[in-house]
T-cell receptor, first 115, second 116 residues
Framework: AQKITQTQPGMFVQEKEAVTLDCTYD???????LFWYKQPSSGEMIFLIYQGSYDEQNATEGRYSLNFQKARKSANLVISASQLGDSAMYFCAMREGVYNNDMRFGAGTRLTVKP | KAGVTQTPRYLIKTRGQQVTLSCSPISGHRSVSWYQQTPGQGLQFLFE???????NKGNFPGRFSGRQFSNSRSEMNVSTLELGDSALYLC???????????????FGPGTRLTVT
């Protein structure tokens, strides 16, 4: 069964506007962590933001925020004030349990920021 | 603080050969995970090492193996290479902050392996 689903293969956003990248997940564990990574064309995976399943507040890191809706099992990434350098692939990932590093990744969303 | 380093960055091998990739984690991180990324299969978990022991393993054949040294550096080995092993191999080091409950996992730049 697909653990992480990213339904948007590609997204376009105008520079300086906000954009939401969707991610839904499937788990029966009570303890899990959700991650978003950015992968530019260079190939390196850049950590953006982390949300633990017990965290009651949505995680934020600068221009990135994670809209965590536990009951709906969604963990959407919101990028505010998009910049041209935000153009990249974005991956949502989940790690189940506390010490399990078997992270499952979604298929990714390719974001293109237009000037 | 230095990031995760991987060597070599690029590698070309022939079918049937074997290859060893190296990963040095962030200082203080004791867990190292390996992933394979291909256009067709996306990102797939290979295995994870913690304190020199394999703690988790993905669904890959036995040709893929790894180890971790006492300084947390890790190596990944692929024997009898096949064309389908051509991929970007990513290493990640991680740390669980038990005090805050947060979790950190950072990736290296990857090794791009081409099998001809």
């Amino acid at each position: 069964a697909q653990k992480i689903t990213q339904t948007q293969p590609g997204m376009f956003v105008q520079e300086k506007e906000a954009v939401t990248l969707d991610c839904t997940y499937d788990t029966s564990d009570q303890s899990y962590g959700l991650f978003w990574y950015k992968q530019p064309s260079s190939g390196e995976m850049i950590f953006l933001i982390y949300q633990g399943s017990y965290d009651e507040q949505n995680a934020t890191e600068g221009r990135y925020s994670l809209n965590f809706q536990k009951a709906r099992k969604s963990a959407n990434l919101v990028i505010s004030a998009s910049q041209l350098g935000d153009s990249a692939m974005y991956f949502c990932a989940m790690r189940e349990g506390v010490y399990n590093n078997d992270m499952r990744f979604g298929a990714g969303t390719r974001l293109t920021v237009k000037p | 603080k230095a990031g995760v380093t991987q060597t070599p960055r690029y590698l070309i091998k022939t079918r049937g050969q074997q290859v060893t990739l190296s990963c040095s984690p962030i200082s203080g991180h004791r867990s190292v995970s390996w992933y394979q990324q291909t256009p067709g299969q996306g990102l797939q978990f290979l295995f994870e090492y913690f304190s020199e022991t394999q703690r988790n393993k993905g669904n890959f054949p036995g040709r893929f193996s790894g180890r971790q040294f006492s300084n947390s550096r890790s190596e990944m080995n692929v024997s009898t290479l096949e064309l389908g092993d051509s991929a970007l191999y990513l290493c990640a080091s991680s740390r669980h902050n038990e005090a805050s409950g947060s979790y950190e996992q950072y990736f290296g730049p990857g090794t791009r392996l081409t099998v001809t």
